[in-house]
């Protein structure tokens, strides 16, 4: 045989082989392709795409469970459709979502929504419907070094905060703690979590005159990082999320020191006494008007206690979940 002849032999073999190839990767590509779309859903009769965008502004202490939902909403349910969330409070994002014209699309919350907010949204004529989102517990928080704060009880607690208490120092409370001034921080009164300390914790009496109450979280978490002798309270997601910078006070409601947790945190928990639901409000015409403001809602009860749990927050009962889906549904 002809050296030239086993050449052309070799390069045949190298053809057949490479379309071979060829052909099992492109059964592979259809098999990873079926898969794929098996697993989001997706598929020729998928549901219809939609562009536009969702308005939500409101809690802070909701911001981090509504700010992963609309970034799995964009990712993989609706990518033409801008879920822009913002973290003004519960009461400042109650004004932006309350207006006759241009208002928010939901506006989150964490305190229900006021008499006098819902008396302004009929006076406008706005259909508000209350969507709960999930279950919060309320975290009393200490600088890391403070090794001596770390159980108190619910009267303590308040004594630490109120504004007629004669507690200064911690001596104060227990006269083997260090005779050194505590510093209280908290949220300012744009934040329902602020409402919910003063009207359900501290029953609408006044904090102490010289609290620090700040506007972002972020700075709480700095401000008590910083100070020995610091307390504040916050949300569980960002007592959770700054482990590293801040450590939760157990408090004793009566039947022993109990620490929040997605575990202790609930209706029924050991930690209800401090236990809240937070909620987002909406825009029933938007969401008639914009298929995308619809469609987010529809989203947010299929997916919020999927999101719960990872962002601080427990799951509400599922069929409660399911209840406020199908009334959310008659919308349409």
């Given at each position: 045989?002809?050296?030239?002849?086993?050449?052309?032999?070799?390069?045949?073999?190298?053809?057949?082989?490479?379309?071979?190839?060829?052909?099992?990767?492109?059964?592979?590509?259809?098999?990873?392709?079926?898969?794929?779309?098996?697993?989001?859903?997706?598929?020729?009769?998928?549901?219809?795409?939609?562009?536009?965008?969702?308005?939500?502004?409101?809690?802070?202490?909701?911001?981090?469970?509504?700010?992963?939902?609309?970034?799995?909403?964009?990712?993989?349910?609706?990518?033409?459709?801008?879920?822009?969330?913002?973290?003004?409070?519960?009461?400042?994002?109650?004004?932006?979502?309350?207006?006759?014209?241009?208002?928010?699309?939901?506006?989150?919350?964490?305190?229900?929504?006021?008499?006098?907010?819902?008396?302004?949204?009929?006076?406008?004529?706005?259909?508000?419907?209350?969507?709960?989102?999930?279950?919060?517990?309320?975290?009393?928080?200490?600088?890391?070094?403070?090794?001596?704060?770390?159980?108190?009880?619910?009267?303590?607690?308040?004594?630490?905060?109120?504004?007629?208490?004669?507690?200064?120092?911690?001596?104060?409370?227990?006269?083997?703690?260090?005779?050194?001034?505590?510093?209280?921080?908290?949220?300012?009164?744009?934040?329902?979590?602020?409402?919910?300390?003063?009207?359900?914790?501290?029953?609408?009496?006044?904090?102490?005159?010289?609290?620090?109450?700040?506007?972002?979280?972020?700075?709480?978490?700095?401000?008590?990082?910083?100070?020995?002798?610091?307390?504040?309270?916050?949300?569980?997601?960002?007592?959770?999320?700054?482990?590293?910078?801040?450590?939760?006070?157990?408090?004793?409601?009566?039947?022993?020191?109990?620490?929040?947790?997605?575990?202790?945190?609930?209706?029924?928990?050991?930690?209800?006494?401090?236990?809240?639901?937070?909620?987002?409000?909406?825009?029933?015409?938007?969401?008639?008007?914009?298929?995308?403001?619809?469609?987010?809602?529809?989203?947010?009860?299929?997916?919020?206690?999927?999101?719960?749990?990872?962002?601080?927050?427990?799951?509400i009962p599922e069929e409660e979940a399911q209840q406020q889906l199908e009334d959310i549904k008659e919308i349409k």
């Amino acid at each position: 045989m002809s050296k030239w002849l086993i050449i052309s032999l070799f390069a045949s073999l190298l053809v057949v082989l490479a379309a071979c190839g060829g052909d099992d990767s492109t059964d592979g590509d259809s098999a990873e392709d079926s898969e794929s779309n098996e697993e989001t859903g997706s598929s020729e009769e998928s549901s219809e795409e939609l562009e536009g965008s969702v308005v939500i502004d409101g809690s802070g202490t909701v911001y981090p469970l509504m700010a992963r939902l609309a970034e799995e909403y964009m990712i993989n349910e609706q990518p033409n459709v801008s879920v822009e969330v913002s973290r003004a409070g519960s009461s400042a994002g109650f004004e932006k979502f309350l207006v006759e014209e241009n208002g928010t699309d939901f506006n989150d919350a964490s305190r229900p929504i006021k008499p006098e907010e819902q008396e302004k949204a009929d006076e406008l004529g706005l259909d508000v419907m209350e969507i709960k989102m999930a279950l919060d517990g309320l975290s009393i928080v200490v600088n890391p070094e403070n090794d001596w704060a770390t159980e108190l009880t619910e009267e303590e607690v308040l004594d630490i905060f109120l504004a007629d208490s004669e507690v200064e120092t911690w001596a104060d409370i227990n006269s083997e703690w260090p005779d050194e001034e505590i510093q209280t921080y908290g949220p300012n009164e744009n934040h329902g979590t602020y409402e919910f300390f003063f009207e359900n914790i501290l029953e609408e009496q006044d904090l102490k005159e010289d609290a620090n109450l700040q506007q972002e979280y972020s700075t709480l978490v700095q401000l008590v990082s910083e100070d020995v002798n610091g307390i504040g309270f916050f949300g569980f997601g960002y007592y959770d999320n700054n482990k590293d910078q801040v450590k939760a006070v157990s408090i004793d409601f009566g039947d022993g020191p109990v620490e929040p947790s997605l575990d202790t945190i609930g209706e029924e928990g050991p930690y209800q006494n401090f236990t809240r639901p937070v909620f987002t409000y909406l825009n029933v015409a938007h969401a008639e008007e914009k298929p995308q403001v619809y469609d987010y809602a529809e989203y947010l009860m299929n997916a919020v206690n999927d999101y719960a749990g990872e962002t601080g927050f427990a799951p509400i009962p599922e069929e409660e979940a399911q209840q406020q889906l199908e009334d959310i549904k008659e919308i349409k």
